[in-house]
């Protein structure tokens, strides 16, 4: 099945200290890829080189259309071991969204029960209305758990395809998303597919998302790339 996919929301830039290209870079590679709305989400306090939080004061000055490209603002903050978000409420208050992931360079493994509990705690927050990569087995989650709380505080679920393209690194990962996939058309949760590019070439790359959605038989209407109003509806925007 081939889907029109609008939209790419968690993506880096050199800000995030690992990631190789600038905001016009990344807006441009969007361009070509025929993405309409491009989401910076840098990596939040945590991850080793990236940036300040003042960064997030000043979003104001980048204007909201690159090349012709919507530029939405969102920020991946780090779940941590205590159930807290890594970045301070008055960043986050800059923000148009968050992102919640766990990561390994801040986060140490507390078995599926408390793993759940801690980013299930982070998804509450009203700013937050995406799970990055839920995908890898070195934390593990318990599905069930995180698709019914996913429901119940509007939050999205990433398939990331990132993570689809180095599954060696990811434990477990497609049997993962196979199983929560699965769950999101049981429940009817939403999906939101994102390249996680740390270079401009990487932007719009959605080639194994794509192939595991149309495996597991996903439904479409809850997959939040496939409309701007959609979207912009479900973050309040």
């Known amino acids: ?3 029109n996919l609008l939209l790419d929301i968690h993506t880096h830039t050199l800000v ?36 300040d939080p003042f960064y997030y004061l000043n979003l104001g000055v980048v204007p909201r259309k690159i090349y012709g490209v919507e530029i939405i603002h969102g920020c991946e903050i780090n779940v941590l071991n205590d159930g807290r978000l890594s970045l301070e409420q008055k960043y986050i208050d800059r923000l148009d969204y968050a992102i919640v992931g766990i990561h390994r360079q801040c986060y140490e493994n507390a078995g599926v029960v408390k793993n759940t509990e ?9 700013k937050v209305f995406f799970v990055s990569h839920p995908d890898d087995d070195n934390t593990p989650l318990d599905y069930q758990k995180l698709v ?3 429901k119940e505080y509007n939050v999205a679920l990433e398939v990331n395809n990132s993570s689809l393209l180095k599954k060696n690194q990811r434990l477990n ?15 009817g949760v ?48």
């Open 118 to 126: 801690n980013l299930i705690s982070c998804m509450k927050h009203e």
């Open 16 to 51: 995030s200290g690992h990631a190789y290209g600038t905001i016009r870079e990344m807006a441009f590679a969007a361009k070509e890829k025929g993405i309409e709305l491009l989401g910076i989400s840098e990596h939040a306090p945590g991850i080793p080189g990236t940036c």
């Open 1 to 3: 099945m081939n889907r």
């Open 173 to 187: 990962c497609v049997d993962n998303y196979k199983k929560m996939l699965n769950l999101c058309n049981q429940y």
């Open 190 to 237: 939403h999906i939101i597919i994102n390249s996680d590019a740390h270079d401009p070439s990487c932007v719009g790359d959605f080639s194994e998302a794509d192939k595991l959605l149309n495996e597991v038989g996903f439904d479409n209407e809850l997959i939040l790339n496939t409309s701007i109003d959609k979207f912009k509806k479900f973050i309040h925007y």
């Open 148 to 150: 019914i709380a996913a």
